[in-house]
């Protein structure tokens, strides 16, 4: 089993800037696809984007490259969300994601994920 904890949201204005945390514990791997979701009111949840702690690649929505950036910091079992030029339509519950496998291209697959965090909001006002 493996635990994710998000913590990082808040309310900013658009344009500005957050960063999310989500550390792993439990049977954590080297190996793992790590990855960031997110649900809006009324939609689907979405992959935002993903990251290979094996390897480091790492994945992108095409609505949040060059806004977002993943890292991870492997000693602490925690990967980041760096959020930059927000905007209103970022606003939704982001969700941390892992499974024990490597990510490829259907890294934003909900299904294809077996574990999850319980989220954290994000809200940006115009």
């Known amino acids: 089993q493996v635990q994710l904890v998000e913590s990082g949201g808040g309310s900013v204005q658009a344009g500005g800037s957050l960063r999310l945390s989500c550390t792993a514990s439990?049977?954590?791997?080297?190996?793992?696809?790590m990855g960031w979701f997110r649900q809006a009111p009324g939609k689907e949840r979405e992959g935002v984007a993903a990251i290979y702690t094996g390897g480091g690649r790492t994945y992108y929505a095409d609505s949040v490259k060059g806004r977002f950036t993943i890292s991870q910091d492997n000693y602490k079992n925690t990967v980041y969300l760096q959020m930059n030029s927000l905007k209103p339509e970022d606003t939704a519950m982001y969700y941390c994601?892992?499974?024990?496998?490597?990510?490829?291209?259907?890294?934003?697959?909900?299904?294809?994920?077996?574990?999850w965090g319980k989220g954290t909001l994000v809200t940006i006002s115009s």
């Open positions: 994601a892992a499974r024990s496998l490597s990510c490829g291209s259907n890294w934003y697959s909900v299904g294809r994920m077996g574990y």
């Open positions: 439990g049977d954590t791997y080297s190996g793992n696809c």
